[in-house]
């Protein structure tokens, strides 16, 4: 199903809609439909008026409950994959502000407990220097001062041992200068000390692998129920298993072409000392 970003909110509403009105029409209320799928009225209530995204499993429960016909489940289901896609374009995020993101991707981190960080252009805000991060924001308007600091905040997360993190950075990634020679050095060499935290892997896919599939965007998945991915002109967040699943493949795949522990330390001192030899 192919889609434009201004589709996913009227999506949303229509799924809302939609499920409403096929309640009604079976003359249930949302008390009775709420115990034939096992689901809490408050759950139904929230749905039904927009306030909550349902899951796949729980618009299935409602369809079946409800005995809609084949055909139709098969409609409203896919309706209800689009539902689960957000858009959040950057003039968006530029109109809310830039903290505001931070805010949600702190909200992010607090609720998970596995990331997994797909890394092909540049290091990402977790495991950067604070010179590294204030030059990637160089770009954005205003004053980015309260962003760099609350980038550098949420770094705290990394020493969270309930939370395990795995990050596979291609090598054009670490040799992506965004701040001088020196600096960069230092980058990464935090990605080095970073990576002998107990709950942290750091991997490296060198240039040189054969792999069949070209590392198209950046993504992160957020334990096995969400995934996000960026793009120049914004991110898609994606709540549907089946992109989820095709998230974690793909994960999977760079994972078996990475270098892990002694060979990326290994390798990961060599670019930094490259880095230092351009002084």
């Known amino acids: 199903m192919t889609f434009a970003p201004e589709q996913l909110d009227r999506s949303k509403a229509e799924l809302a809609r939609l499920l409403r009105d096929l309640r009604k029409r079976?003359?249930?209320?949302?008390?009775?439909?709420?115990?034939?799928?096992?689901?809490?009225?408050s759950t139904i209530s929230k749905i039904e008026t927009g306030r909550k995204i349902p899951r796949?499993?729980?618009?299935?429960?409602?369809?079946?409950?409800?005995?809609?016909?084949?055909?139709?489940?098969?409609?409203?289901m896919s309706l209800a994959r689009v539902a689960n896609t957000e858009w959040q374009g950057v003039r968006a995020s530029l109109r809310r502000g830039l903290e505001k993101r931070q805010t949600e991707l702190a909200a992010l981190e607090t609720s998970a407990t596995?990331?997994?960080?797909?890394?092909?252009?540049?290091?990402?805000g977790l495991l950067a220097t604070p010179e590294y991060v204030r030059a990637g924001l160089a770009h954005s308007p205003g004053d980015t001062a309260s962003v760099v600091a609350?980038?550098?905040?949420?770094?705290?997360?990394?020493?969270?041992?309930?939370?395990?993190?795995?990050?596979?950075l291609t090598e054009q990634a670490v040799r992506w200068a965004v701040v001088p020679p020196i600096a960069m050095s230092v980058?990464?060499?935090?990605?080095?000390?970073?990576?002998?935290?107990?709950?942290?892997?750091?991997?490296?896919?060198?240039?040189?692998?054969?792999?069949?599939?070209?590392?198209?965007?950046?993504?992160?998945?957020?334990g096995e129920h969400l995934a996000t991915v960026e793009t120049f002109t914004g991110r898609i967040v994606f709540r549907d298993p089946?992109?989820?699943?095709?998230?974690?493949?793909?994960?999977?795949?760079?994972?078996?072409?990475?270098?892990?522990?002694t060979s990326s330390e290994t390798f990961l001192s060599a670019v930094a000392a490259d880095f230092r030899s351009k002084v």
């Open 26 to 41: 079976a003359g249930l209320s949302g008390d009775r439909l709420a115990r034939r799928c096992g689901l809490s009225q």
């Open 56 to 76: 796949l499993t729980e618009v299935e429960s409602i369809l079946r409950a409800l005995g809609v016909a084949p055909g139709a489940v098969e409609e409203i």
């Open 114 to 124: 596995v990331f997994r960080y797909f890394l092909p252009a540049m290091v990402t």
């Open 150 to 168: 609350r980038k550098l905040e949420r770094q705290a997360v990394l020493y969270d041992t309930a939370k395990s993190f795995t990050f596979l």
């Open 187 to 222: 980058q990464v060499e935090r990605l080095v000390a970073l990576s002998r935290l107990p709950n942290v892997r750091i991997g490296i896919v060198p240039n040189g692998v054969v792999a069949g599939r070209g590392p198209m965007n950046t993504f992160t998945v957020y």
């Open 242 to 261: 089946r992109d989820i699943s095709e998230h974690l493949a793909i994960f999977a795949l760079y994972e078996g072409m990475a270098m892990f522990d």
